[in-house]
């Protein structure tokens, strides 16, 4: 459920208060992965802990754009500063494909270490126990992000939750795979790069689903037509529109901007004409809550409303 009412630096401080928990909570479970995976001897955990790590910092950085994007426009962004949320949650998943990369490079070299060298290390219950709690504890951080990131209407806390997921589940995944190993002794020992390989993966995957969306919406995407036909309806709803039509979106960090062309009775008065272009911009952002700009072009209709 969205949160109504608030102003963009009531929606910035509940946003950064959410996120300074989380990267508190980041912080901790990143050192838990690294000395887990250090002393556990696993290359996977110590991976998952970079992964965390990482985490961390992009919180940094989301609290960086939520007090930007918090600002009022100036005359140099007349607009605004609210595309900076989706400046950020792209680059978060820019971040998150680098990461997955580093993986994948650092576990096809273990992989031939092994394979072909003869490399053999033992992986202990320490490295296991580090995987499940921070899967646990990440799982609950993705749904404390994304509960808040959609009553926010914030996509760099929801992109920043999804980060979360990434990790939970590769913790789980890394989880089962070191128990594998711990059960099955150093012939198993293949299965930690094995694992990180795969995690790498799951991180890409996930990152592409952050960053490719938002970079959509830097270019200008627009609004599905679904919530075009919403924006049409609610116009139409006013009493001396003849026709909405014309109508073009874009967005604004999470918010909608909304320009559109209005037919009414050519007799009307100027003032009059004004007077509808306010009606339906008031309906329109209630029906429409992630609206917060409409510009209207009143224009003289061709017939008598039916």
């Known amino acids: 459920m969205t949160m ?14 959410i996120t300074w928990r989380v990267a508190g909570a980041n912080l901790g479970l990143s050192l838990l992965k690294v000395l887990a995976g250090y002393f556990g001897h696993s290359q996977a955990v110590l991976a998952d802990g970079v992964h965390s790590a990482s985490d961390f910092v992009t919180d940094i950085l989301l609290l960086i754009s ?13 607009y605004g500063h609210k595309r900076v949320e989706t400046l950020m949650a792209a680059a978060f998943g820019l971040i998150l494909v680098g990461v997955g990369a580093s993986f994948i490079r650092s576990g096809v070299i273990r992989i031939d270490q092994i ?21 646990v504890c990440k799982e609950y951080l993705y749904h404390y992000n994304l509960r808040w990131g959609k009553r926010l209407n914030n996509q760099g806390i929801v992109a920043n939750a999804w980060e979360n997921r990434s990790d939970s589940m590769s913790s789980f995944g890394t989880f ?18 094995i694992i990180t390989v795969i995690v790498a993966v799951l991180i ?30 609610a116009a139409e709803s006013i009493p001396g529109v003849q026709d909405a039509h014309s109508i073009r979106t874009r967005f604004e960090g999470s918010d909608l901007a909304v320009d559109l062309h209005l037919d ?17 911009e008031k309906c329109i952002k209630a029906s429409v809550p992630t609206v917060e700009e409409v510009v209207v072009h009143v224009e003289p209709g061709t017939r008598d409303k039916a």
């Open 4 to 17: 109504t009412g608030l102003s963009d630096a009531e929606r910035a401080q509940t946003g950064a208060r």
């Open 176 to 193: 089962v795979g070191i128990t594998a190993v711990v059960a099955g002794g150093q012939r198993w020992t293949v299965l930690d790069p």
């Open 264 to 280: 009414v009775l050519p007799t009307i008065s100027v003032a009059s004409g004004h007077e509808l272009a306010e009606q339906v």
């Open 115 to 135: 394979v072909n060298h003869g490399l053999r290390y033992e992986i202990s219950w320490i490295a296991m126990a580090g995987a499940l709690v921070t899967a």
């Open 204 to 233: 890409i995957r996930f990152a592409l689903g952050i960053l490719l969306p938002n970079i959509n919406i830097l270019i200008g995407r627009s609004a599905d037509q679904g919530v075009v036909e919403s924006i049409r309806a």
């Open 66 to 78: 939520l007090r930007i994007a918090a600002k009022p426009p100036d005359a140099d962004h007349q």
